[in-house]
């Protein structure tokens, strides 16, 4: 009996005992409550694991879809991109070209990202002389073909320098030439970068080599003649041809952003092309139409500088 009243008398002492500790428990988790201290947590005893895991891991960065340095260069186009009448007249001289040269004076894009010695192995130019937006899916299949990192492009001119105004290739075909020609790149070389070039502003073109004698003389022979065709001739009808051509070159340039737009690792110019001021240095003094070894550098200047750009132009 004396037994059975000591284990009772333990039996009380250890309840009283707990209870000082349960009522610290309960005002301890009433205090931590009220200052915050318990989000996350599923007891006093330790911390949730999904807030555990959350406070742990760091926010995931997103991938920078431009790569600013790339490591090989394709250039499609026309005669701009082939150097034509930079060198001597009336040919190719894909050497100065401003996106794939190794003259070290032009100092190409492709020479500004690679460095020469890499020039001849990791660029290629498929630009043709000549060639409207219709060539261009082509020269992509082809440019595709080396799994290039990057693509420039610089074409359109042509599309406007016609016989007449009557004949420049019309907006919704231009578009549609262009379109494919992005399609064609993806289907061979779907991680390539496109740089894309405006086309030049090719009435300042005019307005600067009217100037010249010589320029004057070598334009009768056809050059752009829907732009340059009787470049003294200022009365209302010629102005309005002039201005025709204007306006659809602007037209070109606004598909060329609209398209480019829709891919993630398509770059449009901003239009840095169209607003540069080309002097008479920077002309061919053969043709003073096509761009000179000066002109090309300044295309190259142009493109290095937007294409290592952290962000597109605006």
Not at 230 to 253: I, K
Request: hydrophobic fraction near 40%; proline fraction near 6%; charged fraction near 25%.
């Amino acid at each position: 009996m004396r037994k059975s009243l000591r284990s009772g008398a333990r039996g009380r002492t250890g309840l009283r005992a707990r209870r000082p500790r349960a009522g610290l428990a309960a005002v301890t988790a009433a205090v931590l409550a009220g200052t915050g201290m318990l989000a996350g947590c599923d007891s006093l005893g330790g911390s949730s694991p999904d807030a555990a895991e959350k406070s742990a891991a760091p926010s995931p960065r997103p991938t920078p879809v431009w790569d600013r340095k790339p490591a090989s260069v394709a250039a499609v186009g026309d005669s701009i991109t082939r150097g034509f009448d930079a060198c001597v007249v009336l040919a190719d001289c894909p050497e100065v070209s401003w996106s794939t040269g190794t003259d070290m004076e032009v100092r190409s894009l492709s020479l500004r990202l690679l460095g020469a010695p890499a020039v001849k192995q990791r660029s290629w130019n498929h630009a043709v002389t000549g060639a409207r937006m219709a060539d261009l899916p082509g020269q992509m299949a082809q440019a595709a073909q080396h799994g290039p990192e990057l693509v420039t492009v610089m074409v359109g001119a042509n599309d406007a320098c016609r016989d007449s105004p009557k004949q420049m290739t019309p907006v919704e075909d231009f578009r549609t030439s262009f379109e494919a020609s992005m399609r064609q790149l993806r289907a061979g070389a779907p991680k390539a970068q496109v740089y894309v070039s405006s086309v030049p502003d090719l009435k300042r073109l005019w307005s600067t080599g009217r100037g010249n004698p010589l320029g004057r003389q070598i334009w009768k022979l056809g050059i752009c003649a829907s732009m340059l065709g009787d470049s003294q001739n200022m009365s209302e009808r010629a102005q309005q041809r002039r201005d025709l051509v204007y306006e659809r070159v602007v037209a070109y340039n606004k598909v060329l952003k609209e398209v480019c737009a829709k891919d993630l690792r398509c770059r449009y110019d901003g239009g840095a092309v169209f607003d540069y001021r080309f002097t008479g240095e920077q002309l061919s003094h053969w043709d003073w139409f096509h761009p000179s070894k000066n002109g090309q550098s300044r295309l190259a200047e142009i493109a290095y500088r937007n294409i290592t750009a952290a962000d597109p132009p605006a």
